[in-house]
Structures are given as C-alpha cells and as structure tokens.
C-alpha cells in the first residue's frame, strides 16, 4: 500500500476549473491504478474517474464526461484530475485512491490506498 495526498482543491465559480492532484508520500505511482472518488454531505461516495497501472485506460461516470481529465505525469509520481465546467453539484470532498491491481473502473472495493481527500465548492 502506500500513502496518498491530495491536493488542489478549493472554492471555484460555477463554469471554473481546478486541477486536482494525487501524489504518493515517498513513492510513485508507477503500476498503480487510480481512481478518483467524491462524497457529497449526505451522499454516497461517488466514482468519479480511474486510470488503469499501465495507462491505457481511462474510464469517467456520465456526470464528468467532457468536462474532466485523469492522467499520469511521465515521471507517475502524481496523478491529475482537470476538472473544468465545473458546476456546484460537483461540490464534494475529492479523494484518490490507488491499487496494483489490474483495476480500471472507480469501484471502491478495488482500491486498498486512500487518501485524506481535498474539498471542492463550486459556488458563486
């Protein structure tokens, strides 16, 4: 398993970006599969984006689709959630996650690292 961190998120207009970012303590990232999850005050968490450990697969729930991006710097110490169009039911507090397995969807059960999370508000 290894630590997570995220960072990036913050208060955002409706129609705004942020970049949110995943980052392993004292590791990479490197043939991890990442997903991102989000969990709304009194909603269930949420799979939100994932990217498999070799990089080939990407996979978005409906609700992102077009407006954010999940990829891996070439060094896969961090990986990159680009959020833009945001809009105020994307408020929630983000999180990463991570596995060696040969996960490509962000179902929760597949990861074993979690991190902390990050606080996204998308208000005007």
């Known amino acids: 398993q290894v630590q997570l961190v995220e960072s990036g998120g913050g208060l955002v207009q409706p129609g705004g970006s942020l970049r949110l970012s995943c980052a392993a303590a004292?590791?990479?990232?490197?043939?991890?599969?990442v997903g991102w999850f989000r969990q709304a005050p009194g909603k269930q968490r949420e799979g939100v984006a994932s990217?498999?450990?070799?990089?080939?697969?990407?996979y978005y729930t409906d609700s992102v689709k077009g407006r954010f991006t999940i990829s891996r710097d070439s060094a896969k110490s961090t990986v990159y959630l680009q959020m833009n169009g945001l809009k105020p039911e994307d408020t929630a507090v983000y999180y990463c996650?991570?596995?060696?397995?040969?996960?490509?969807?962000?179902?929760?059960?597949?990861?074993?690292?979690w991190g902390r999370g990050t606080q996204v508000t998308v208000s005007s």
């Open positions: 990217i498999s450990n070799s990089d080939d697969k990407t």
């Open positions: 004292g590791s990479t990232l490197r043939n991890y599969a």
């Open positions: 996650a991570a596995d060696q397995g040969g996960v490509v969807v962000p179902v929760a059960e597949f990861y074993r690292s």
